[in-house]
């Protein structure tokens, strides 16, 4: 358990270089780099793609540069550790992933790893040891878009996804296999993995990728855990046929079938309210011609909710809306679960640490859960772990135009420094 007596730490007063961390940010962000009309600068860096490889590449190379000892387990994960003088402690653990979607953005992710190696290098230039080594990780996959599930890297870290289940993960993309591509890109690394020692404590600093801190004021959100994440995919095929002779009356259209799925999820999240979400986010049409009724229709259903017992009324509706529309439109059904995670509370003593810290050097905080599934809540399950939010402009994220002010990461990026010294205890 993390050291629950805090003892304000003769370091008080240390602060994070910014400038530097939103340089790295921003050389980071050049690679997959993906420019807006009105000066977007988003990143396109799809998990074990070439431009996943050459993100993987520059990280590796600072933390290298900053003298820490690199592992890359069977998975692809990467962790840098900057040893402790206590050789029987566990490590104090900083993660997050560097990993994007196809409209990323340059802080998804990237902000809680390279802000952890800002915290190594502010250490480092004051010459401050700690007790526990201190490690820096990124994760493979964690965004999930191209081999499913999301998280998929931290999920096998913690013993939750067998490896061999993982490796064999097909992408949506174009079918390669997770194993083939590690192999291909160089990161099919010998650490054993599930990991065969869990540290002490996880802490993962985060944009917030919502509007919930922007529109309250507030610069410090303080995670206290991650709501529940169905996916599942579809695939209804009927019968093609010629769009201009075949009669209404005898149409089996897999299309109108899924568009009204679609329909109906989006229904469904306005009218439960609350927490609930629904998004049909990849829809792929056969053999997607005009003048052709498809033949099948293959597309994704995201499903999520702070409370699994309205999460699974969800699923349960939705389940019995598809069954039924194919059943009418006499076509058939395939349905494959892709990610199905509970939501998760992290540890009280780690969330009150990083409120007490944010308020401590005079931020403004607000406790929330969080809608984007995180690689914290898989460390959740092995050590007391939480996360650290800064405002996102717009809300948005998943967007090109994803951005957050440099004020609010140095805000959240002294709050991470902070949070490790005390679970570091400086000798
Ligand atoms: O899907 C998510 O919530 C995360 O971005 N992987
Ligand atoms: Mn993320
Ligand atoms: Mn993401």
Redesign the pocket.
């Known amino acids: 358990m993390p050291p629950s007596d805090p003892t304000p730490h003769r370091s008080a007063s240390l602060r994070v270089d910014a400038g530097r961390l939103v340089r790295r940010l921003n050389e980071l962000g050049a690679i997959g780099a993906v420019h807006g009309p009105n000066g977007e600068h988003g990143c396109a860096r799809l998990a074990l793609t070439d431009a996943d490889r050459d993100g993987r590449e520059l990280v590796v190379t600072w933390m290298r540069d900053l003298g820490l000892s690199v592992s890359i387990d069977a998975i692809g994960n990467v962790v840098a550790t900057r040893a402790g003088t206590n050789p029987n402690v566990a490590p104090v653990m900083i993660g997050s992933h560097i990993d ?2 196809r409209t ?1 953005g340059r802080f ?2 990237n902000l809680g790893v390279l802000g952890g190696l800002e915290v190594i290098e502010t250490l480092q230039q004051h010459g401050i040891e700690t007790d526990h080594a201190i490690q820096v990780a990124f994760f493979t996959d ?2 999930g878009a191209r081999f499913a599930p999301d998280m998929l890297g931290s999920l096998v870290y913690v013993g939750g996804l067998a490896l061999e289940q993982a490796l064999d993960a097909r992408a949506a993309d174009d079918g390669a296999r997770l194993g083939d591509e590690l192999v291909r890109i160089g990161y099919a690394g010998s650490t054993p993995c599930p990991t065969a020692s869990s540290p002490s404590s996880f802490i993962e600093l985060h944009i917030e ?1 919502g509007p919930v801190l922007e529109e309250a004021g507030v610069t410090i959100g303080v995670v206290t855990g991650v709501q529940g994440i169905s996916w599942t995919e579809v695939t209804i095929t009927g019968r093609s046929a010629h769009a201009g002779t075949t009669p209404m009356r005898l149409r089996r259209d897999p299309l109108f079938a899924a568009a009204a799925i679609a329909t109906e999820a989006r229904r469904l999240a306005g009218d439960m309210g609350g927490t609930q979400v629904a998004t049909v986010g990849r829809f792929e049409v056969f053999p997607n011609l005009v003048n052709v009724i498809p033949q099948s229709v293959t597309f994704t259903i995201d499903v999520r909710n702070t409370d699994d017992a309205l999460l699974r009324r969800a699923e349960q509706h939705l389940l019995q809306f598809v069954e039924q529309i194919c059943t009418q439109e006499s076509c058939t059904l395939q349905m494959r679960t892709m990610a199905r995670f509970e939501p998760v509370s992290f540890d009280e003593s780690m969330i009150n640490r990083v409120e007490r810290v944010a308020t401590a050097h005079g931020n403004s905080t607000l406790r929330l859960p969080s809608g ?1 599934g995180h690689d914290a809540q898989m460390l959740a399950r092995v050590c007391p772990t939480s996360m650290i939010f800064v405002p996102s402009v717009n809300g948005l ?2 967007n090109i135009a994803e951005f957050t002010e440099s004020a609010d990461i140095e805000a959240g990026a002294n709050v991470l420094l902070h949070v490790v010294l005390e679970l570091a205890k400086p000798s």
């Open positions: 994007t979607v990323g998804d992710g964690e965004e990728q984007a994220s998943h």
